[in-house]
């Protein structure tokens, strides 16, 4: 029988995960708007301002590096209730006055935060749910950031226009402290997945046994790069049009939503392999008419169009975890997670510097470009895998190393 969304909350735990990791979207997607603000009328930068919001996502990859055996290892109940309130914590102090080197550094430690957080999340997600039902879960998680990000931009920027960026923060960090006491008392206490202690020969080992394989290493690939060239598009949305950034990022998030739902619900078994390529390539081709300065109203339009395309994450998702076993998913989900956000940091960082150097239009329309060459590029390399391939876990003596 196929899985339904309402069956889906009626699995236990799948609620209050659900709602935990809503309560963390909405605050995370007004702290960001409120900082990005913050930062570009402070320096009126577009590469600071970009880098602000998405800088957290470049320490992913320092965290995917040294601290992602943890995501199997630690309990999830007491991880992403620590996650939760460590992210309170930082974007309750990113709200006091400091110096810009300080903002930075602190969103540098929110960021090594979040590549731990990311992997248990997943992983729990995957334990949770029978195993013909991640497509349509993490769609429901896709459906739901989608709306939770639509409603937290517009409420960023009505925050932002009443009580200041800083209040805004201090907003965000009160969702981060309602998220952990969610998954504190709502989630039931689990032993991690995988035996043995974290450490960061566990973690390298594990990274290493998971992209030896050519189709995970493409899929990775895919998941990573693509995506995080058209998040670097996104991250120029305040200068281009600083007053109607909120709109901009709110029609993304619809598109998005749009995309999920026509690929957990409409596409069949048939049609998912087919359909990867053409996403991706739908993700970065409406930037392309950036170049020609397009009105807000216009702008948002192609930003919903180009969102569309982010449902090819989910077809790839179901094909890493086709081939990957059970004791390592929170690993491999986790460094999807981290790579996919810290390729979201550089596709800022670079957007950002082109943006500096030329126009934020014009850095944009560039980096769809980039995005479309190297989804040309792995195409062949995404063709569907006819048998899952076989992967060694971490012998215990390295775990414990």
Not at 217 to 240: D, F, K, M, Q, T
């Amino acid at each position: 029988m196929p899985t339904t969304y309402r069956s889906l909350f009626r699995t236990p735990e799948f609620t209050p995960l659900f709602l935990a990791s809503s309560a963390q979207v909405a605050a995370q997607t007004m702290s960001g708007l409120a900082l990005g603000t913050l930062v570009h009328r402070a320096t009126d930068s577009p590469l600071l301002s970009a880098l602000s919001m998405f800088g957290p996502s470049l320490a992913q990859v320092l965290g995917a590096t040294t601290l992602l055996s943890a995501a199997d290892r630690l309990p999830p109940r007491a991880t992403l209730t620590g996650t939760a309130l460590a992210f309170a914590a930082g974007t309750a102090l990113l709200a006091l006055p400091a110096p810009l080197w300080t903002v930075f550094a602190l969103i540098l430690a929110l960021g090594l935060v979040a590549s731990l957080g990311g992997g248990v999340r997943w992983g729990l997600l995957n334990e949770i749910l029978p195993k013909d039902a991640y497509i349509v879960g993490r769609s429901v998680f896709n459906m739901a950031n989608g709306f939770t990000q639509i409603a937290g931009y517009a409420t960023g920027g009505v925050l932002i226009a009443l009580l200041s960026p800083r209040g805004t923060l201090l907003t965000a960090a009160a969702l981060y402290v309602t998220a952990a006491a969610v998954a504190h008392r709502a989630l039931s206490p689990r032993p991690p997945r995988a035996k043995g202690r974290p450490s960061i020969r566990a973690t390298w080992h594990t990274n290493t046994t998971l992209i030896s394989s050519g189709p995970r290493r493409h899929l990775y690939l895919a998941l990573w790069i693509p995506n995080g060239l058209i998040v670097g598009c996104e991250s120029l949305y305040v200068p281009y049009a600083p007053e109607h950034a909120g709109l901009l990022f709110a029609c993304a998030a619809l598109g998005m939503l749009v995309g999920d739902v026509a690929v957990a619900r409409f596409a069949g078994p048939a049609l998912r392999p087919r359909l990867g390529v053409p996403l991706l390539l739908l993700l970065a081709a409406p930037y392309l008419l950036f170049a020609l300065h397009p009105r807000p109203s216009l702008a948002a339009a192609l930003a919903a169009l180009a969102s569309v395309g982010f449902g090819a994450s989910l077809l790839q998702q179901e094909r890493l975890m086709a081939v990957t076993p059970p004791e390592l998913a929170g690993h491999a989900l986790g460094l999807h997670s981290s790579g996919m956000l810290a390729m979201q940091g550089v596709g800022a960082a670079l957007a950002g510097t082109a943006a500096q150097l030329t126009s934020p239009a014009t850095a944009m329309a560039a980096t769809a470009v980039a995005s479309i060459a190297v989804t040309l590029t792995l195409a062949r390399g995404l063709r569907p895998v006819r048998q899952p391939s076989s992967v060694r876990p971490p012998s215990p003596a390295r775990d414990t190393a």
